[in-house]
């Protein structure tokens, strides 16, 4: 009589022999998305991983902001990760584009909304958006947060959670436009801080900065005594994301 349900009898799958072959074999599918992003971004070292809406276009003055910043991180070396889509992606490769270091799209398959842009010296194109998100993470000296939607602070949460659990090296994470972000930040410290549901130090990750040069110099400055590739340690760490 107090057998559980689970106890009482097998596992019942309703979907068909064809539908679970077809699912087993989408994990070549899956390690096809990782083998081609690790053989071809391998090179691209340094590099900042760049953010922001597929919704401003060219005319808005965070389309311009946005190539801006990344012409000034192309320019100082920096190889600049967009997802390759329109709006503020294409901003990113467009500065990147311009300068001296690579421009990298890392296009996801949508319904709507995404259409590869233009400006990439390496293209490559994802149906997974966990697989894209290593790449992003996986290479990145630094995170440039422009503002964005759901996608944005998607990306956004994602580096936060890797470094204050570990899971990844330390990196500047850097949001632009503060007027855009304050008041997420205010609702982090007033409810999650509040609340302990985060340290206060977590705050302490990230950064508000305006300007291309102020960007530059918060990232130059984080490595300077230490060099942007990886420890050990941390190399170790970016294995197993």
Known sequence: MNEKPWQRQACINPKTDSALSRESWKIFQIMAEFVEGFERLACIKPSVSVFGSAR?????????????????????????????????????????????????????????????????????????????????VKYASAYVVMPGGFGTLDEFAEILTLVQT??????????????????LLDWLKASMVSHKTIKPEDLDLIQILETPQEILDAIFTHYEHRGFEPSAEEAEKLLHL
Request: no cysteine.
């Open 56 to 136: 401003l276009n060219n005319e808005h003055p965070f389309y311009t902001l946005t190539v801006d910043i990344s012409r000034a991180l192309s320019d100082a070396g920096f190889s600049v990760v967009s997802g390759g889509g329109p709006g503020l992606m294409e901003a990113a490769n467009l500065g990147a584009y311009e300068g001296r270091a690579n421009s990298i799209g890392l296009n996801i398959q949508l319904p709507h909304e995404q259409v590869n842009n233009p400006y990439q010296d390496i293209s490559l194109s994802f149906q997974h958006f966990f697989a894209r998100k290593v790449m992003f």
């Open 166 to 183: 570990g899971k990844s090296r330390k990196i500047p994470i850097i949001l632009v436009h503060k007027p855009f972000w304050q008041g």
